[in-house]
């Protein structure tokens, strides 16, 4: 069932629970009004009729004849009048008598002073009544025709209402439901049309902050982030097969040159062997790029992480880099004294952020001409700061903006060994981490790159 059916159903529901309420309300309240003004006009007209009796203004004849000729046109009052030891004095018609007076009735009515009920269909009261300082009982009843008449026009009309007025709400609460889930219409269909040919497209947000507004925001971040990790696996997928067939391809050609000929020197079959050692270096390296750039493509929430100290990993980094390369110089710079450590202290992912700082270093070291690289740290207004510098060749202007680019390398790096990964994947290691990479560099004078990462 679709939510505008749901919705129309339990507004109709709700608003039918509440509307017969009202209308059981109006009924029993009519009913009861009736009741009462019946049971107040018998007391008058027996009175009334006690009065003309006891003073003898008519006689019980014509008072019976008046009674048995109104009888056949109106629910005329029948009453009767008995002293408290229950003589019977008047009756209009004793040979319907539809109260049918009992001493206990007698007894009742000169106890209570006035006691009204139903005989059957017929309302009847029985009241005790003084005149001239005697003290006698007069009884009444009728049936209050007219009263149920109305009682039943009122019933119909509320009737009528109850379902026409049913009928008219539903409609317009299917009208109302069916308006305000439009919107929602409208963001089905657009994202029934949105393929893996079209991740780009996005929902319309009208920018007034209702529940739909917020339902297109939240759908265009997922949307942000699967087009992400789509580009993220088509260019990893594209880079892999466009990179490992070059390594692969000279490793092959390498091993079927040394197949041509069998009366190889041992020298020459050493030479072909060291090209193919140095090609599957390459390989693994390239691999190993690859396989961490995959990784710090995920979310920082599938990762996982601590506190780390940026000093003691800058110093593990340290270790590893010159671990690898022996004529490489890396200096530690501490421009601030950290009183208290949280200052350069980040949760983050060791193995990740030690990749980054391991490319930014060698970075520094391959492009500057003394192999070396001047690593500073310091903190400021909730951030750790950390300077990569050296006096090497630089990065011309117009490459700055590239180099992030994968597999991208400057115009003036052919003589230097490398991918174009390292600064790709550090990039977004740092991003990773909520952080900002930033370069300043100058060409033939030496390049910084300055990381700053949020501490705890």
């Known amino acids: 069932m679709k939510i505008r059916h749901k919705l129309t159903l339990r507004y109709t529901g709700v608003t039918a629970a509440i509307f017969s309420v009202v209308v059981l309300v109006v ?14 006009d018998l007391t008058r007209e027996a009175v009334t009729k006690a009065n003309l009796f006891l003073s003898n203004q008519v006689d019980a004849a014509t008072m019976q004849s008046i009674y048995h000729n109104n009888r056949q046109f109106i629910d005329e009052v029948e009453v009767a009048v008995y002293t408290i030891d229950f003589q019977l004095l008047y009756h209009d018609a004793q040979e319907i008598d539809i109260i049918k007076e009992t001493p206990e009735l007698i007894k009742t ?4 002073k006035e ?25 009444a009843a009728a049936y209050d025709g007219y009263g149920y008449a ?8 509320l009737v009528i209402l109850w379902c026409g007025g049913l009928g008219i709400i539903a409609v317009i609460g299917y009208l109302l439901a069916k308006g305000a889930l439009r919107p929602v219409s409208r963001i089905v269909e657009k994202v029934d049309a949105i393929g893996e040919s079209n991740l780009n497209t996005r929902l319309y947000v009208k920018k007034e902050y209702d529940e739909l507004d917020e339902l297109s925001e939240t759908f265009n971040q997922m949307l942000d982030r699967l087009e992400q990790s789509f580009d993220n696996q088509k260019m990893f997928v594209s880079n892999v097969a466009h990179e490992l067939r070059t390594p692969l391809a000279a490793l092959i050609a390498e091993l079927e040159v040394a197949q041509l000929r069998e009366d190889r020197s041992e020298d020459e079959y050493r030479a072909v062997i060291v090209n193919a050692l140095d090609d599957a270096e390459k390989l693994k390296h390239l691999t190993t790029g690859l ?19 940026m000093d003691e990993l ?6 590893t880099v010159l671990k690898g390369n022996k004529n490489y110089s890396v200096d530690l710079i501490f421009d601030q004294d950290a009183e208290d450590d949280r200052v350069i202290t980040v949760c983050a992912n060791a193995y990740l952020l030690k990749t980054a700082f391991i490319n930014l270093i060698e970075n520094n070291c391959k492009f500057s001409e003394d192999k070396s690289s001047d690593v500073q740290i310091s903190f400021y207004e909730g951030k ?15 490459e700055v903006e590239k180099i992030f680019i994968p597999f991208y390398r400057g115009s ?34 030496g390049t910084t790159f300055v990381v700053e990462i949020p501490h705890i």
């Open 27 to 40: 009924f029993f309240f009519s009913e009861h009004t009736r009741e009462k003004e019946f049971f107040h």
């Open 109 to 112: 009515a000169i106890a209570e």
């Open 115 to 139: 006691s009204s009920f139903y005989e059957g269909k017929y309302q009847g009261i029985a009241m005790k009544y003084a005149y001239k300082g005697v003290d006698y009982v007069i009884t």
């Open 150 to 157: 109305k009682l039943t026009r009122l019933t119909t009309l």
């Open 291 to 309: 396989l961490d750039l995959a990784k710090a493509n995920y979310d920082i929430s599938r990762i996982s992480t601590e506190e780390l100290r």
């Open 314 to 319: 800058l110093l593990d980094a340290r270790e």
């Open 384 to 398: 750790t700061i950390i300077r990569f510098s050296d006096t090497g060749i630089g990065i011309s202007a117009d």
């Open 412 to 445: 003036n790096t052919s003589h230097i060994k490398g991918q174009g990964i390292g600064l790709t994947l550090t990039q977004r290691i740092i991003q990773l981490h909520k952080g900002t990479l930033t370069i300043q560099t100058r060409k033939d004078e």
